[in-house]
Nanobody, 121 residues
């Protein structure tokens, strides 16, 4: 199973971006996929997760309020809509699938390569 994240880029504060993550080479065992982010010098941080089967989102502190996670079970894809972006949202955003334990912990069976989001002030 491989995850391919895309959609990052350089934007200005207040802009929006939509990240996508596609699964290929197999199926996700638990149908649970999440987004994490990691800023330079910081630990990987949970943004949001979702069950593709039950369409039930869950947000970490980093994702509450301005971000929306959505999934397409038929396509095996997950999306992260990010609105009103701030410079502190600058990070590499990773998608992940099949958590080994708690959703918020960065312990997943599969990880995408990451997509860079840079927000200028």
């Amino acid at each position: 199973v491989q995850l391919q994240a895309s959609g990052g880029g350089l934007v200005q504060a207040g802009d929006s971006l939509r990240l996508s993550c596609a699964v290929s080479g197999g199926t996700v065992r638990t149908s649970v996929m999440s987004w994490f982010r990691q800023a330079p010098g910081k630990e990987r941080e949970f943004v949001a997760g979702i069950s593709l089967t039950f369409d039930s989102p869950y947000y970490g502190d980093a994702g509450k309020g301005r971000f929306t996670i959505a999934g397409d079970n038929a396509k095996n894809e997950v999306y992260l809509q990010m609105n009103r972006l701030k410079p502190e949202d600058t990070a590499i955003y990773y998608c992940a699938a099949d958590p080994r334990g708690r959703l918020e912990q960065p312990e997943y069976d599969y990880w995408g390569q990451g997509t860079l989001v840079t927000v200028s002030s």
